[in-house]
């Protein structure tokens, strides 16, 4: 009993260390898309099905935020019912994040400093990845050690647009991806940290949802330049001007204004 007591008392003690995690993944979001539209790089003249994916992504950051909120202030209740409409959002997220990145690189959109390939591989594989560690913290519920943690390892698969906007990628390239990959690992190797300093040992959960994630990166590597990328690649790409380029080969730089 004095066990399970002590345990419960850790879970209480986190619930404030989370809360500043997940707000601190917002802030990151809210630099990275905020400096690029105060610097005139982002503009409300983007095609409607790109501000209606920026609405579902922006959507899904103040949900967890909020979630994560009501267990700080002991709401756990409320928490858990809204759990299932995470989870119905995540297959949301799944339909519009990969639609929106064919568009883009049917539309040859893709970001400079990545390979169209890549960015269109890294993008579905990345929400993929986003809802299948988030659907598991779901399964995981009834065990908040490991749910909470599994929560912020999906949450870091989503980070890479706004990284990608923060770290200098056009300086890095061609190692832009990892590059902004190594800085999305920043929140659950601060986790891993926490664990350590704060109960000796670093939560299994943890290094499950790590491995994850270098998994999903390395296997982006692999899948994109591989004939199944190219393929993926062409048929996304049949009838548009993206068909036109090459997936492999960096877009030029954009000019200097």
């Known amino acids: ?65 909020f979630q994560t909120w009501l267990v700080s202030h002991g709401r756990v209740a409320q928490h858990r019912r809204m759990g299932w409409i995470g989870a119905g959002y995540a297959a949301v997220m799944i339909v519009i994040g990969i639609t929106a990145t064919v568009a883009m690189v049917r539309a040859g959109r893709a970001p400079f400093f990545f390979q169209p390939g890549y960015f269109l591989v890294m993008n579905s594989l990345g929400v993929l990845t986003f809802a299948g560690l988030l659907w598991w913290a779901v399964a995981l519920r009834r065990r908040t050690e490991w749910h909470r943690r599994i929560v912020i390892c999906a949450m870091t698969a989503i980070m890479g647009p706004a990284f990608g906007r923060i770290v200098p990628a056009p300086l890095i390239i061609p190692w832009a991806a990892w590059g902004v990959f ?74 200097l204004s």
Do not use: C, K
Not at 222 to 237: D, E, R, S
């Open 182 to 255: 190594a800085a999305m690992m920043l929140f659950p190797i601060a986790g891993a940290i926490y664990d350590l300093r704060r109960h000796g040992r670093v939560h299994p959960a943890w290094w499950a949802g790590i491995a994850i994630l270098v998994g999903m990166q390395v296997t982006m590597d692999v899948i994109a330049v591989t004939p199944i990328g190219t393929g993926l690649y062409a048929m996304a790409t049949a009838g548009s001007p993206g068909a036109a380029i090459a997936p492999l080969a960096y877009p030029p730089f954009p000019p």
């Open 1 to 65: 009993m004095a066990t399970i007591a002590t345990s419960r008392a850790e879970i209480r003690d986190d619930r404030g260390f989370f809360y500043v995690l997940a707000m601190a993944m917002a802030l990151a979001n809210v630099i990275g898309f905020g400096t690029q539209f105060a610097m005139g790089r982002s503009s409300f003249g983007a095609p409607a099905l790109v501000h209606f994916h920026a609405l579902v992504f922006v959507g899904w950051v103040g949900f967890f935020v």
